[in-house]
Each structure stands twice: as structure tokens, then as C-alpha cells.
């Protein structure tokens, strides 16, 4: 039985994601730009072009949530079945309220990201039979370019070369779909998910394999949640230890696929685009100047984390290029044991080390 409303998701995500005039751009207009774009993508990286490409689809805020939890449910699935099981004269009624509940917060956090995200290469990473897709979120594309002052075509085209780079790098390293599908599960097939209290008698640590009992919190403990909250680490806080090592190999290596991406759009772009340098100053100081609401969000979701590591991920590429030149990224294409760890993504002449690439400056 599934845990989680996917209805209520889809409704509260759309009611949280406010009117957005949706201005009718035709997708055909990009889609050519968007097969040269990959041809560029492709020379630069050194990455094989995919056979064929996703076509642009320019969404509304809607449709995106849609996209999304589509995306999301084999995710979920098996955390939402061991929800819906449980015994007990309760539990139908516990069932039902956890599944509007969870899909109320499912839809929250769908519905308030549909306002910022500008663009998505949607793959299904543990739904191999469903094709990736290139996404657009035309409104707030619109919305950002007029509050930005940029030229919208441009700027579309701008943000359309950052998602057409990852096209190009699942399609040019075929194993990394199935490498972070297999963090995916792990972290996944890991996690004991419950309803309610355990029982009084459970010691600390005990129950379910991998399960965590409930106890009340010393004073030790409230410090570290509180520095943690603080530090928007909410997410390591509820995996624990044990399941965190896993995310941080996959935030790594998400770390390389969008500081790369950030790196390869300003690197072809600056070929066609006459304005990409108002428009990546227009789109740092976007993201630097978030609202406080925002700032509360990423925190709690760990997104600001996120930001940081994309940060990260770009600053890697750009000191490769610097010190091997742009050939030295396509090594870390090659295998999963290419890959940057995180701290050599920090420090990136550790990871020219290791892969024995050498240096152009030296």
C-alpha cells in the first residue's frame, strides 16, 4: 500500500506554486539551438554525443510538479510501502492521515521550488524504462530575465546549454546512471521508516536493523541539534551516520555533474551569447539574494548545502581546465573510480594526482 498521497502532492504542490503567466513560447525555437548546443557540449568535453537528444519541452510551474513526482515516486515507493504496512486497530486510520500528511509536504516542497527552478534534465534513476527529459520552466524563465533586465532569448538559451550539458554527460558515460541508481537504492534499501512511538522497552539503538528508537535528548544532544539546524544539516541529523556517508558520495558526484555543467555553459556559451557575462553576474547575484523565506527553506531541506557544493563543483572544473587543460575533465567521465571525492573536489591538485593527469603549468 502506498504511504503517500500523490494526489493531495500534486494539488498542494500547484496551490503553493502561485499564478505564474505561462507566455505561450514555442519550444521549436530552442530545439535547434539546442542540437548545436550539444554539438559544442560534445567538442568541448570530449564527451560522445548521445545518439539522440531530449527534446526542449518548455513547461509550466504544473506541469513541472507533475515531472517531478513522477520522478520522485519509484524513489519513494519503497520507504511509502513500509509506511502503508503496520497492524492494529489504528492503523487504517494512521495510514490514511501519514499518506495526506506525507503528500502534503511532498507537494509543499514540489510546489515552493516550482517558483525558483529554471530549467531540469528529469531522469528517472531507478526507472530505466522512462526517457530522460529537457525541461524548461518557461514562466519563471520569463519572470527572471524581465526582474533581471536580460534578453529573454538569450537567457533561455543560456539556461537550455546548462541542461543540454547533462544530456551529454549521462550520454557520453553511460555507467553513471546506474552508479548513483546504485547509491540511490543502497541509501534507500538502509532507511526504517516508522509511524508513531517505539516501545517504551526498546534500548537506545535497538529495534529494526538499521531502525533508530526514539529516547530523549541529553543536553549533548540539543547542542549538536541545534549546531546542526544551524549549519542546514536537518537531513544528515534524521539519516544518521551511517546512511550519511552514502549521500556525501552522491552529493560528490552531483557536485562534478553541475559544477561541470555551470563550467561547460559559460565555456560555449561565451562562442554565441554576447550578453553571458551580464547574464551569469545577473544570475550569481539571483542566487545570492534570496528572500528570507527562501534562505529558511534551503536550510531545512539541506538545499543550502546543496548550492554550496554546486559552488564547489565549479570552482573544481575551473582549476582542471586552468592546471590540464579542458581534456583533464573528460578523465573524470571515464569510471566511477574517476570521480572526484570530496575532498578532492576542494582541492583539486589532490584528484590531478591521483588520475596521474598532468599539468600544463608545470
Known amino acids: 500500500m502506498d504511504g503517500i498521497d500523490w494526489n493531495v502532492a500534486q494539488k498542494v504542490g500547484e496551490m503553493l506554486a502561485g499564478g505564474s503567466p505561462y ?14 548546443f550539444a554539438a559544442r557540449v560534445s567538442a568541448y568535453t570530449g564527451l560522445t554525443l548521445p545518439e539522440s537528444l531530449p527534446p526542449i519541452e518548455l513547461v509550466d510551474r504544473p506541469a513541472w510538479i507533475e515531472a517531478n513526482i513522477a520522478t520522485m515516486r519509484p524513489l519513494l515507493e519503497p520507504l511509502s510501502e513500509r509506511l502503508g504496512r503496520g497492524s492494529g486497530p489504528l492503523a487504517p486510520a494512521m495510514r490514511s492521515i501519514t499518506q495526506l500528511l506525507l503528500g502534503a509536504q511532498m507537494g509543499a516542497v ?9 530549467g531540469q534534465y528529469d531522469i528517472a534513476l531507478l526507472d530505466p524504462a522512462r526517457p530522460p527529459r529537457l525541461l524548461l520552466l518557461a514562466p519563471n524563465i520569463a519572470q527572471a530575465a524581465r526582474n533581471l533586465s ?4 538569450e537567457f ?31 541509501l534507500i534499501d538502509g532507511m526504517q521508516v516508522s509511524v508513531g512511538l517505539p516501545h517504551s522497552g526498546t534500548p537506545h539503538g535497538g529495534g529494526q536493523a538499521g531502525g533508530r528508537a526514539l529516547r530523549i535528548p541529553d543536553a549533548s544532544d540539543l547542542r549538536t541539534l541545534a549546531q546542526r539546524l544551524r549549519g542546514g544539516e ?15 558520495r552522491m552529493q560528490a558526484t552531483m557536485s562534478l555533474i553541475e559544477g561541470h555543467a555551470e563550467h561547460v555553459m559559460d565555456a560555449v556559451g561565451a562562442e554565441e551569447l554576447p550578453t553571458l557575462e551580464r547574464m551569469r553576474s545577473a544570475m550569481n547575484r539571483r542566487r545570492r539574494d534570496r528572500g528570507w523565506p527562501w534562505r529558511i527553506l534551503e536550510r531545512l531541506l539541506g538545499l543550502e548545502m546543496k548550492m ?6 565549479r570552482s573544481f ?22 570521480l572526484p571525492s570530496t575532498s578532492e573536489l576542494e582541492h583539486p591538485e589532490l584528484w590531478l594526482a591521483r588520475t596521474h593527469v598532468p599539468s600544463v603549468t608545470s
Not at 308 to 313: K, L
Not at 320 to 326: F, N, T
Open 23 to 36: 507566455l505561450g513560447s514555442d519550444a521549436g525555437g530552442v530545439q535547434p539551438l539546442a542540437e548545436q
Open 110 to 118: 514540489t510546489g515552493m521550488l516550482s517558483q525558483r527552478v529554471l
Open 150 to 153: 536580460l534578453d529573454r532569448e
Open 156 to 186: 533561455t538559451a543560456w539556461v537550455a546549454i546548462h541542461e543540454v550539458t547533462h544530456a551529454v554527460q549521462f550520454g557520453g558515460a553511460p555507467w553513471l546512471r546506474g552508479h548513483l541508481a546504485g547509491l540511490l537504492r543502497e
Open 234 to 248: 536537518l537531513l544528515r541529523l534524521g539519516l544518521g551516520e551511517d546512511r550519511w556517508a552514502l549521500v556525501e
Open 308 to 313: 554550496r557544493q554546486y559552488e564547489i563543483g
Open 317 to 338: 572544473c575551473d582549476e582542471v581546465v586552468a592546471q590540464a587543460g579542458r581534456q583533464a575533465l573528460t578523465v573524470a567521465w571515464s569510471s566511477a573510480e574517476m
